[in-house]
């Protein structure tokens, strides 16, 4: 199917429902069989060929190997025993080599390292080209609109350079997102004890309108102000915007919808699943950059309590069908450049997906990747383009690697290909290689 470059597609999930009505149920695998996705959100285990090209401030960037390097005693057991040092090429005394493990690397086919579009393509979408602006080309048509809507703005320059954006309502920004690819994003950012979320997305949808900007991202939290959010206020080469996590914003009730141009649900997994039939749950920041039409999303931000949600589902023998959890908080501990936060999350997801794994039934399928890096230590806030482990864990899968695979779509391909239907619109399938 031809990429629709201008279609608009708000991709987001209701906290614990549904986006569309269920189609009569699919009987979908005779023996029930459950597919799991765990993304462990920017843990890359090292840089792409190309990155001297076209990202060279993230040379020598291996987000696995620098947190273990810089964390002594740090051990991961459950990962170490799915072949995670096997992905990463190096082992460490809590990182040892698995010779029995199934596993593989899968380079980014999307440019940049991008959680939208890298959560995009693991749903099976052929990346499409983004475009790239700053918030100044837009900013004074953005304002106009807003105020013909009846909204209140002002201007918030930047001393040091002139660059503007806009203050909404005096609780909410409209600026550049600095922590992704520059260009990639314009933020819409909100204090909401101050502004309702459902006047936000009023904000968010008139943005998205207006900006060429691949992705236009509504969110906001509850216990911030407009002091802390212009106190997080950033600038990079001529962008200018909040840094959310350092404002505060992801602590507390947090909310969020991406609105993003160039994806068709059509031929993603999720929709794909749904409209056969078989059940698809998004749990995690996965639920508010992929659409779901006929599934449950949920949107959580704790590591241990979105995995263990994940849990909750995979020890349920009524539970089937597909679902992929995204651990947000890893990657929040790569933007704010903190190895010991990092090292920790990945201690509290090691232990949790331990226990999904043995709570798996047979003949279920775990897989346990990322969807780019984010190495705190190279340097800078942002994500890095490196290639993403694939860990595979399913009975009678033979031990050794499944290569590396030449797009993360190879993941939602295989999930298809696992119950039996149609392809998305992107990838190979290795499920043949797994099932043993």
Known sequence: MAEKENEEVVTAGAPGTGQGACPAKAPGRADGGRFVVIVLDGFGVGQMADVPEVRPADLGANTCVHIFENTPGLELPTLASLGLANAAGREFPGLPFAPNATWGTARLMHQGADTFYGHQEIMGTKP??????????????????????????????????????????????VADNVECDPGQAFNVTAAIDELDFDTELKIGHIVRKIAKTPRVITFGGRGVHLDNLLAAVEEHDGFIGVNAPASGVYNDDYH??????????????????????????????????????????????????????????????????????NVQETDLAGHGEDVARYADRLRVADEVIGRIRAALKPEDVLVVMADHGNDPTIGHPHHTREHVPLLISHVGAP??????????????????????????????????????
């Open 128 to 173: 499409p080209k983004p475009l790239t602006e700053p918030i100044q080309i837009a900013i004074d048509e953005i304002d106009e609109a807003l105020r013909a809507a009846g909204f209140h703005t002002r201007f918030y320059t930047s001393e040091k350079s002139g660059l503007r954006f806009l203050i909404v309502n005096e609780a909410c920004t």
């Open 256 to 325: 969020c919808i991406h609105m993003g141009y160039g994806v068709d649900e059509k031929v993603q997994v999720p929709y794909i699943l749904g409209a056969a039939g078989i059940d698809v749950r998004l749990l995690g920041k996965v639920a508010d950059v992929c659409a779901n039409h006929f599934g449950e999303s949920e949107s959580i931000v704790d590591t241990k309590t979105v995995l263990e949600r994940t849990l909750e589902l995979v020890s349920d023998p009524a539970t089937t069908g597909f679902i992929c959890t």
């Open 399 to 436: 031990a050794g690697t499944i290569g590396e695979r030449a797009t993360l779509s190879d993941v939602g391909a295989s999930v298809v290909d696992f119950f039996g239907v149609h392809a998305p619109q992107n990838g190979t399938s290795f499920w043949p290689q797994i099932q043993g």
